[in-house]
């Protein structure tokens, strides 16, 4: 395969790399890979209830928590609205590989962060504030067509960053927890925790993070009725295939139950 960034190699004068087949070193990941073929977005009612549910967090600058069983949206959802994919595939370790910042991304102002599943608090306390300080100088360079902190100052400290999304919450033991309650009170931002049924009762426990919750949202799973029209959406015009009605009715079929509804009081 031809080479893509060949005014990038690392390789000097017959140099062919083969030391990279032998060593010991990882993956080379600043960036996730692009995955091709991927279906456009669908946007659905619970899709929309989550923006509207991210926007009221964002504007107050509480603590919102969201939680829903697995494979029904609640990733892609915030994913989308923050344009993390956008955001992912425009980052470059090569500053003159920069082009516009991506549209949504400016419009969000959210930043996106997933905890390994064995977190710690070193790698939530470096993690939260590299996520949020790289959206806010990304619009520093939009608006500025620079970055530098100690001229356009609003950028220092997150401070353009608007929102914090933190996806597979469930992972965080109690001092991760205390630590993102730390983060939130130090920063002008609201913040959503992400997670699986039961999740609101266990912050339940820690009154110090859940005295700051004020707004939750229980993601449900798509109706028959949404699910079909989604998928009628993903066919091909006018496919009428045995395999394609067969499909669509094993999807619908397997599709979980609604899950039970929960309250929560800020």
């Not at 091709?36 to 619970?46: D, K, S």
């Not at 608090?121 to 360079?141: K, T, V, W």
């Amino acid at each position: 395969m031809p080479p893509t960034e060949i005014g990038h190699s690392l390789l000097g004068k017959n140099d062919d790399g083969r030391r990279f087949l032998s060593g010991t070193f990882g993956e080379v990941n600043h960036v996730p890979s692009t995955r091709p073929g991927l279906p456009p977005f669908q946007t659905t009612r619970e899709h929309r209830r989550f923006t509207e549910f991210a926007d009221t967090v964002r504007t107050h600058r509480y603590v919102g928590l969201c939680w829903g069983p697995p494979g029904v949206g609640k990733t892609l959802s915030a994913r989308h609205y923050a344009g993390v994919d956008e955001w992912e595939q425009w980052q470059s370790p090569f500053d003159d590989d920069l082009g516009p910042v991506p549209e949504r991304v400016l419009k969000a102002r959210t930043a996106f962060f997933t905890p390994t599943v064995a977190a710690t608090i070193r790698e939530i306390y470096r993690g939260l504030p590299n996520a949020c300080q790289r959206i806010s100088f990304g619009i520093d360079y939009h608006e500025h067509g620079v970055v530098d902190p100690y001229v356009h100052t609003d950028s220092r400290s997150s401070g353009l960053t608007e929102l914090l999304i933190i996806d597979e919450a469930d992972r965080l033991k109690t001092t991760g927890l205390e630590q993102v309650r730390d983060y939130f009170d130090r920063h002008n931002m609201g913040v959503i925790l992400i997670g699986m049924p039961g999740i609101e009762k266990r912050l339940a426990r820690y009154p110090q993070l859940y005295s700051r919750i004020g707004f939750a949202h229980e993601y449900r799973p798509l109706t028959p009725e949404e699910l079909n029209a989604v998928l009628t959406r993903w066919l091909p015009a006018g496919d009428q295939s045995e395999d394609s009605g067969l499909g669509r009715t094993t999807a619908i079929a397997t599709e979980s139950p609604a899950a039970t509804s929960a309250s929560l009081t800020g």
